[in-house]
């Protein structure tokens, strides 16, 4: 070979293995490259044995030729591998490493309730209101058609405050529900229409697996001209599949309160059993074992408690529910709390999980 | 109330083909609720719960009438059987002088019966008391026991030989009067109770509750008086509550038993016991009725009805439901060539045993909508002008505060509102300045608390084995006022966390910044019973303390047995919400670039560099803002922005403000510059 062929067929060797180590698009590839011109049986030693047969001094040159084009391969080898070597390892991190972040805190189950319920009835124009947890007699039984002695009134267990009775409106008392709010929702607007959404604490002399000495409820109380048991009907069905999601009805039947009339108990249908009582697979459902959840007590507000707060029970009707929120908040499918006493334990392994 | 009615003991009263379970389904939508079907001996028990105005379905009858109400609503066959009732009697006139009150007692009703073989009741009337779940005893008590669960009246049974007087006496107890009860108790009675008064001072009964010791049925008893009587239901509902004898009589006399029940369960009560303890009838029924109920009518107007239903029922409809459940109804329609009779459309007059709870129109709507079922009633959200007046309670606030402390870490609890005294000792307030419940249902709820802190401890203490804490509540706390007021109830916030002041100061600083609150921490306000007085703060916003915090003192984490430190803050949150703004007022976004430097001063020491900070800034309108830098032993480097809103600003523009801060820090700081200016 003479020495101005092979000086031109070493360069063109050195763009084809440029041109391919730019192309390689892993280090495999470059691996391939690099084996290919510069190993043992490359294509550049294969230049070597060719050199032999030149003179001493164009052999040289073409040595030196062949020395900088191997140090130029190799650089650009090593600068590829560098770079796929980057792109391939040095970008890693463990994405499934646990992060670091701010520790995180948990809304009480029942704020979440309040505020849910809050939200739903706002969207039907009721305005919220809060009244008194410490009361008087007259709003929290008498103004409701309970008159002091009164057998209905052992149905709450009320807790009695060491004070003084006030001269007109007797004793003072924890209020025992929120019913308190609907004669002073009334003497606060003058006159109807009134759509009011009562949320409190409330407070009786009971504790066990369902109820706690402190507890909230929230009652809804309509007063208009034309209002009818349908309307009552209307709005706790569409708390129902707000609250508890679509497919779960309500039922009304037949109770009684001294401060509705008539009165009624609220029942909503199962959301696990949807209402049948049994499973697909045919067993009892253990979660409601009839289909149906007693949750609210509800009526027509009676025409003595309109009149005890100044509305003229000839031209408006009503209708009042009140449903404890402990409860209420139970019977969300898949929460499983069976002790409602859970509630204000106050555990923080308990309160981390809402 | 609830009470178990044996299915066969139900169908000695009510023809029917309906099967247990479609009774339970149908009365439970329409009536009373069927609660449970327990089966005893082969018989279903049904446990109804019986609201406590209808005392007429306190019975096996009574169910029974309401079943043939509802039962045909539903297509299926149900008919009220009539009482048969024997005609027994005799000619003698009853020889007992009874000397009645009629203010006390609205009837009595009382026979005579001899030859009485007391012992042990049949099987099949044991049986029946049992499945109600009263006790068998005499069979002479036994009977009046029956008739009680079976027609609903109470009716008691003397030992006419242990009446030796001959004397009954209706009259109200005196003070301090004592009678024993069939039970063996003594009872020293409180006045006004209605009593039986034998003609010498003795007490021989206490009627329509309890009979007493000395004139009950024995085994060796051989004449009978059987006995009825109606006593003022208030009276009753006094003395059984304040006795505490709650008998099953008490029970049902306190709701008001219709009276005109009172001649069947007598004679119901004679045919048993020629029947079971093969007495003879010694007397004619004496029967002392002095004013006989008056049933009211009452009014009904169509359009309130389909008002209240929401849809028309037929008049038809509604004439057989009300008659159906015993009433009388007289239809006449009022709205005829316009005209509006004020008399309205319906005249309803209750049966004798619903007269009391059955007394205004709305009671009649009741009737007619649940046996027509509320389950076919429509539903539909109401029309009408929607309220706009509210109270202006910023509720959203207060959820908004909850959202912020959950997201900076801080998890919210519920605590109790009524406390122990040992809490209510440990609020910062005398525990006689706390109002208290006077029938608390144990010690550690006695006290309506004046501060959430102390509750927070003991949730703090009951979660130790966890790590850092930081919890919070808003509830309200309880301030007594004097008379005729009720206390003050003031929401407040409470957040406590583990650790040193700094770290909840962050929190509360972030919060007031959300709120866009302005405010300043104020240390020598800080002083507070329950934190350390130089590891506290005030927070002040609008001239007015809102809050405030610090760490709690070393008794208090002693009382409560933590490991300090401890930090609070507390806000009165209305006062916190009134001045939260909505939204900002925008500053225009600066035109010319700042002049930042970093100026070093050395302080003495315990100097408040937060006020430092705040006069540096408000020295001059050209500090835009001061941040320290850092601290280093008593030296502090604020880096110090300058502006202006209309120009760059030069050294020589800044040179007096420099002047003026250094020289105002030196006066009221005694601070030294560090180096030169």
């Known amino acids: 070979m003479s020495q101005p062929f092979l000086r031109e067929s070493l360069i063109n060797t050195k763009n084809e293995a440029l041109a391919l180590i730019a192309d390689s698009k892993s280090l495999k590839e470059v691996k391939r490259v690099r084996i290919a011109f510069l190993g043992r049986k490359g294509k550049l030693n294969s230049f070597s044995s060719s050199m032999k047969d030149l003179e001493s001094e164009n052999r040289k040159q073409a040595g030196k030729l062949l020395n900088a084009t191997k140090k130029t391969l190799e650089e650009a080898l090593e600068d590829r591998e560098r770079q796929l070597s980057k792109q391939e390892r040095g970008d890693w991190i463990d994405v499934t490493l646990p992060s670091k972040h701010p520790p995180l805190g948990h809304k009480h189950p029942i704020s979440q309730a309040i505020e849910e319920i809050t939200r739903i009835f706002e969207r039907i124009g009721f305005t919220r209101v809060r009244y008194p947890e410490v009361e008087w007699d007259w709003y929290a039984f008498e103004s409701l058609n309970m008159p002091k002695g009164h057998p209905a009134r052992d149905e709450w267990e009320t807790f009695f405050v060491d004070h003084a009775q006030h001269p007109r409106l007797g004793a003072m008392v924890l209020t025992p529900h929120t019913s308190n709010g609907q004669v002073r929702e009334m003497h606060r607007l003058g006159k109807p229409p009134i759509r009011m959404l009562n949320i409190a604490k409330c407070f009786r002399r009971q504790q066990d697996v369902t109820h706690t000495s402190m507890f909230h409820q929230f009652e809804g109380l309509v007063i208009d001209k034309g209002i009818g048991i349908q309307h009552l009907k209307g709005t706790i069905d569409y708390f129902a599949h707000e609250f508890y999601g679509q497919g779960v009805k309500s039922r009304l039947r037949p109770f009684h309160f001294q401060f509705t009339e008539p009165s009624f108990e609220v029942d909503f249908s199962c959301g696990v059993c949807g209402g049948k009582g049994r499973l697909d697979n045919g067993t009892r459902c253990r979660f409601c074992k009839s289909g149906w959840h007693e949750v609210a007590g509800a009526g027509m507000v009676h025409p003595a408690v309109l009149k005890a707060g100044g509305v003229d029970p000839s031209q408006y009707s009503g209708f009042a529910f009140g449903m404890g929120i402990e409860r209420a908040y139970t019977l969300k499918p898949g929460l499983h709390i069976d002790d409602i006493r859970l509630f204000y334990q106050n555990d923080l392994r308990f309160l981390d999980q809402f | ?677």
């Open chain 2, 1 to 677: 109330m609830n009470i178990r009615i044996p299915h066969h003991w139900l169908l000695d009263h009510l023809e029917t083909k309906a099967t247990p379970k479609q009774i339970q389904e149908y009365l439970s939508l329409c009536g009373p609720s069927v609660e449970r079907i327990e089966t005893i001996r082969n018989d279903s028990v049904y446990d109804i719960e019986v609201t406590t105005n209808r005392v007429d379905m306190m019975s096996v009858r009574g169910i029974a009438r309401e079943a043939a109400a509802i039962l045909p609503e539903f297509g299926l066959k149900a008919r009220l059987k009539p009482l048969r009732l024997r005609n027994q009697t005799s000619r003698k006139l009853l020889d007992i002088k009874i000397k009645n009150n009629p203010k006390l007692c609205r009837r009595i009703l009382a026979v005579k019966l001899s030859d009485v073989t007391i012992g042990q009741s049949p099987s099949w009337l044991s049986e029946s008391l049992e499945k109600v779940g009263q006790r068998p005893l005499l069979n002479a008590i036994d009977i009046t026991n029956y008739v009680m669960w079976e027609i609903g009246h109470p009716i008691h049974v003397f030992d006419y030989d242990r009446l030796t007087r001959k004397t009954i006496i209706v009259r109200e107890a005196r003070k301090g009067e004592t009678l024993t009860t069939l039970d063996g108790k003594k009872h020293q009675l409180n006045g006004g109770e209605v009593i039986f008064d034998d003609g010498s001072g003795e007490i021989i009964d206490l009627p329509g509750i309890m009979g007493t010791e000395n004139s009950v049925v024995t085994e060796k008893t051989t004449t009978i008086l059987l006995w009825i009587e109606s006593i003022d239901a208030e009276k009753i509902r006094n003395a059984s509550m304040n006795l505490a004898i709650r008998s099953q009589a008490a029970v049902l006399n306190e709701k008001g038993v219709d009276t005109e029940l009172g001649m069947d369960a007598i004679r119901r009560a004679v045919d048993l016991a020629t029947k079971v303890t093969k007495a003879s009838v010694d007397s004619k029924i004496t029967d002392i009725y002095p004013t006989q109920p008056s049933l009211s009518p009452i009014s009904l107007d169509q359009h309130d009805l389909d008002v209240y239903t929401g849809m028309k029922l037929p008049p038809q409809r509604v004439i057989r439901i009300l008659t159906n459940l015993g009433c009388r109804v007289t239809h006449h329609p009022s709205r005829l060539n316009g005209r509006i009779d004020k008399s309205g459309d319906y005249t309803v007059t209750p049966p004798s045993w619903r007269s009391q709870d059955l007394t205004i129109a709305q009671d009649v709507i009741e009737e007619i909508a649940r046996i027509y079922g509320y389950f076919n009633l429509p539903s539909r959200l109401m029309e009408g002008e929607i309220p706009l007046i509210s109270q202006g309670i910023p509720f959203h606030l207060e959820d908004k505060i909850k959202d912020h402390l959950v997201d900076w870490g801080f998890t919210e609890v519920y605590t109790n509102s009524l406390v122990s005294k040992q809490l209510a000792q440990w609020s910062g307030f005398a525990l006689k300045t706390h109002l208290s419940v006077s029938n608390p249902l144990s010690e550690d709820q006695v006290y309506l608390r004046r501060s959430l802190i102390p509750s927070h401890l003991e949730v703090m203490k009951s979660n130790e084995v966890r790590g850092s804490r930081s919890i919070f509540e808003i509830a309200h706390v309880y301030h007594p006022r004097l008379g005729k007021n009720l206390p003050q109830e003031k929401l407040r916030l409470v957040m406590t966390a583990d650790g040193p002041l700094p770290a909840i100061k962050a929190t509360v600083t972030m919060l007031l910044e959300k709120l866009r609150i302005n405010y300043q921490f104020l240390p020598r306000n800080g002083a507070w019973v329950l934190t350390n007085p130089i590891r506290s703060t005030a927070i002040s916003a609008a001239d007015r303390i809102v809050g405030r915090l610090g760490e709690l003192n070393a008794s208090l984490l002693e009382a409560f047995q933590l490991n300090g430190p401890v930090s609070v803050a507390e806000f009165n949150v209305n006062a916190l919400l009134g001045l939260v703004r909505t939204h900002p007022t925008y500053q225009d976004l600066p035109q010319y670039p700042p002049l930042i430097e970093d100026l070093t001063f050395m302080f003495p020491e315990k100097t408040y560099l937060g006020q430092v900070i705040e006069e540096m800034t408000s020295l001059s309108r050209l500090v835009e803002s001061v941040v320290l830098k850092e601290t280093y032993q008593r030296n502090s480097t604020f880096t110090i922005t300058y502006r202006h809103p209309d120009r760059s600003l030069t050294d020589k523009d800044i040179s007096p403000v420099r002047i003026k801060i250094k020289t105002f820090l030196e006066k009221y700081f005694k601070a030294k510059l560090i180096g030169t200016l």
